[in-house]
């Protein structure tokens, strides 16, 4: 009797073999810690709030215009524009490309060419969808206000500091 090829390789050597995800995966993993030992690894910045507690990972209700998350101490509020909306998933990669120009032109005022120059910083496709999910992005964040907060207890007193900021000033997109 005839099997498949594949059937009998699984049944034979299944401890082998994996999946296409996970050797993409494994691929990704070897490439980041060559680049670590070699000294050629790209950095990114983030702003601490944004480590510390994040976004929502999918895109919330449209009438949703406030998002809160808690980390221990930590607490971020986010209230959205009414006409964008709430940032969320990849919104965060605006938040990253932005603080890490900020980093490496040692400015609070960032300058770039073009959403394009984003684009290849996170190996994206270039075209004409990517173009508006970035102008939306934009959008979302710089309509948002955050609010972070953290309380450390301290054994005489409790010490609460918060700040309330908006991560865009102004924006040409």
């Known amino acids: 009797m005839l099997a498949k090829a594949g059937n009998l390789l699984r049944e034979q050597h299944g401890d082998l073999l994996i999946s296409r995800y996970r050797l993409k995966q494994a691929e990704g993993i070897a490439l980041v810690r060559s680049n670590r030992e070699g000294g050629k690894q790209p950095l990114a910045f ?43 998933g990849q919104d965060r990669l605006v938040l990253l490309f932005l603080a890490t120009l900020a980093v490496r ?6 300058q770039f060419r073009s959403a394009a120059e984003m684009l290849d910083m996170f190996g994206m496709a270039k075209g004409g969808k990517e173009y508006r999910r970035i102008v939306a992005a934009f959008e979302r ?33």
């Open 46 to 88: 983030a702003s601490r709030p944004f480590v510390l507690c994040g976004l929502p990972i999918r895109r919330p209700p449209i009438d949703q215009l406030l998002f809160e998350r808690r980390n221990g101490n930590f607490l971020l509020q986010i209230t959205g524009h009414p006409q964008f909306g709430l940032p969320f």
């Open 105 to 110: 032109q040692k400015s609070q005022v960032v």
């Open 141 to 173: 964040i710089f309509g948002a206000t955050i609010f972070f907060s953290t309380r450390t207890a301290e054994a005489k007193a409790t010490l609460i500091h918060r700040g309330r900021f908006n991560f865009l000033r102004e924006a040409e997109i």
